[in-house]
């Protein structure tokens, strides 16, 4: 059973928003009624073009990212692609396509990798939801996301059989390593990230992640003003 689908009775909306890592309630989908929601729900909002929800413990859940975190996600898609491109291993996708990670369990991640050999035959799976189990999976937090949602998603990707996780920071500017659900370091911009066995060569500054980011906005301190000339 996934981390997120357990089978305990719900009394509460707030005990589902808990047991789906404290997100905010405007990003739970009422319709169709919390838990029981099916993956023809998801394929429905698929085909209109509201592909940004996941599916958890039958509950239509949004995936909510602002402009930097797109942007973000891209840009680490160009630079794995750099690599990918003298090293032929798998293929990326970016933050638009859904994973069956689990019967029940649906997730997007923001980029994600996948070796050549557990993709099937051809490369590209035909499915809109495919089951497949990616060997690198990336998320660019943004501002919605809550610590407890984070080690939620990063327990469901292990439990699935995802060998290495990312957690991009931008506000940080910081990318944490999971290598299992358990076991992380986290990189800053002085350091680089390598690709383990499953980007075997890799090496990443974290500065160049985020490099294209705006410069954060130093705001004043309150109480003390500017000395005079």
Known sequence: MSASTKTESRTTMADLLRRLGGVGPERVLMTPTPGTATEADLLRLVKEGKCFYELIEGTLVEKVMGYNEAGLAMWIGRLLGRYLDVNDLGELIGADGTVRLLPGLVRIPDVAFTRHENLPPGGWPEEAIPDLVPDLAIEVLS???????????????????????????????TVTVFTSPDESREFGVTESLDGGDVLPGLVLPVR??????????????KGKRKPKA
């Open 143 to 173: 501002r919605s996301n809550t610590d407890e949602e984070m080690e939620l998603k990063t327990k469901d990707y292990f439990l699935a059989g995802v060998t290495l996780v990312w957690l991009v920071d931008p506000r940080t500017r």
């Open 208 to 221: 160049q992640i985020f490099e294209r980011l705006p410069a954060p906005v130093t705001k004043p301190v």
